[in-house]
């Protein structure tokens, strides 16, 4: 059992480059979550889903988009790379609608702009 | 606004110490508790959560939590410490009243030595 995986897991892009972070779950959980964890800053949400099809802005969504278009995938991307936009990522999901139930993370995507 | 505050941004101490970690929520509602751990270089997993019965709650390696509602505290506590809790600490928080959104404190990293 996978769990959450996410790919890649470190990259290096140019200013104004794009790409598109890929996260899995085999869960079957319904909820899927974006983060980007900064130093002295916790994990902030960027973007989330609560079920296939749907998606919603978070706390920092500026200079991302997402797309749950099946229900095991949620892709970040960015379309025009910034350096503020160096961070790790780290995707999470979780069961169903029931409020207590904890998101499982994957082991994040160190990405880096120069 | 509301928010998650971890007093805390980094402890050291020595091993078999006694470790706290405090954490405040501002929120109203009713919430549910969460602690995440994060270790050097991995993803994050669930210590332990909260969202009713005994405030005092047992998670893995001996860790465990005590929600105060009066003081909105969800304090984390181990009795003995190892060299193997060095690692970061976020507490965590989801509105019962909403689909199950994060609220996620700045992060305590804890460092143990031998």
């Known amino acids: 059992n996978a769990g959450v995986t996410q790919t890649p897991k470190f990259r290096v892009l140019k200013t104004g480059q794009s790409m598109t972070l890929l996260c899995a779950q085999d869960m079957n959980h319904e909820y899927m979550y974006w983060y980007r964890q900064d130093p002295g800053m916790g994990l902030r949400l960027i973007h989330y889903?609560?079920?296939?099809?749907?998606?919603a802005k978070g706390e920092v969504p500026d200079g991302y988009n997402v797309s749950r278009l099946k229900k095991q995938n949620f892709l970040l991307g960015l379309e025009s790379a910034a350096p503020s936009q160096t961070s790790v990522y780290f995707c999470?999901?979780?069961?169903?609608?029931?409020?207590?139930?904890?998101?499982?993370f994957g082991d994040g995507t160190r990405l880096s702009i120069l | 606004a509301q928010s998650v505050s971890q007093h805390n941004h980094h402890v050291i101490l020595s091993e078999a110490a006694s470790l706290e970690l405090g954490c405040n929520y501002s929120y109203g509602g009713t919430v549910n508790l969460f602690w995440y751990v994060q270790y050097p270089g991995q993803h994050l997993q669930l210590l332990l959560k909260y969202f009713s019965g005994d405030p005092l709650v047992k998670g893995i390696k001996g860790f465990e939590a005590e929600f105060i509602k009066s003081k909105f505290s969800f304090n984390l506590r181990k009795p003995s410490v190892q060299w193997s809790d060095t690692a970061e600490y976020f507490c965590?928080?989801?509105?019962?009243?909403?689909?199950?959104?994060?609220?996620f404190g700045a992060g305590t990293q804890v460092v143990v030595t031998p």
């Open positions: 889903s609560v079920g296939e099809g749907t998606t």
């Open positions: 999470a999901s979780s069961y169903g609608r029931g409020t207590n139930q904890p998101q499982h």
């Open positions: 965590a928080v989801s509105l019962t009243d909403s689909w199950g959104k994060f609220q």
